[in-house]
């Protein structure tokens, strides 16, 4: 049974960096498929942001990209998001998921981040 | 403003057939697979359908997907209580090099 969980700060300050960690149980990170962070701002549609592959190799959405760092601690099973100068515009519920073909058929239940002083 | 767009509501009565429409262009829908996800109210979304027509285990055969150009759909057959939830669709965008969702679409079972 493939689960995910999400762990990090709730609150964070404007300008600061956003970071957050998906930890992977039930499923090797190392055994394909790719690894991905997708958003949703309270009673709003969802955002995919970007994915990483065990390898390393990453692709970022091209709105965020310029913020955005993905990476993966494959000896720890878990992936982690990065997002920099955030705003309250940032705000959102923060899911990580398992993806193959830009399918994600594996979520964890999200985390609410919330940017504010 | 979501590069796929849906409908923001839709509705129906229980035992009902409902059809949910999602429409994008010839750079994601019109070349790649569309997923459908579901999300009731606090929870995660969960994956309804992707490639071809394919449902996860678990997801009833209540739930259909189809393609036609650069517009797909979602059709749930003998809608019950229970489906009242938000859908989004999905797809890989190849000029934009990702993923991208409808803005989805709430479904009131009356």
């Known amino acids: 049974q493939v689960q995910l969980q999400e762990s990090g700060p709730g609150l964070v300050k404007p300008s600061e960096t956003l970071s957050l960690t998906c930890t992977v149980s039930g499923y090797s990170i190392n055994s394909g498929y790719y690894w991905g962070w997708i958003r949703q701002p309270p009673g709003k549609g969802l955002e995919w942001i970007g994915s990483i592959y065990h390898s390393g190799n990453t692709y970022y959405s091209p709105s965020l990209k310029s913020r955005v760092t993905i990476s993966a601690d494959t000896s720890k099973n878990q992936f982690s998001l990065k997002l920099s100068s955030v705003t309250a515009a940032d705000t959102a519920v923060y899911y990580c998921?398992?993806?193959?073909?830009?399918?994600?058929?594996?979520w964890g239940q999200g985390t609410l981040v919330t940017v504010s002083s | 403003q979501s590069v796929l767009t849906q409908p923001p509501s839709a509705s129906g009565t229980p035992g009902q057939r409902v059809t949910l429409s999602c429409s994008g262009s010839s750079s994601n829908i019109g070349s790649n697979t569309v997923n459908w996800y579901q999300q009731l109210p606090g929870a995660a979304p969960k994956l309804l359908i992707s490639?071809?027509?394919h449902r996860p285990s678990g997801v009833p055969d209540r739930f259909s997907g189809s393609k036609s150009g650069t517009s797909a759909s979602l059709a749930i057959s003998g809608l019950q209580s229970e489906d009242e939830a938000d859908y989004y669709c999905?797809?890989?965008?190849?000029?934009?090099?990702?993923?991208?969702f409808g803005g989805g679409t709430k479904l009131t079972v009356l």
């Open positions: 998921a398992r993806e193959l073909s830009g399918s994600f058929d594996h």
């Open positions: 490639s071809k027509n």
């Open positions: 999905a797809a890989w965008d190849d000029s934009l090099n990702g993923v991208v």
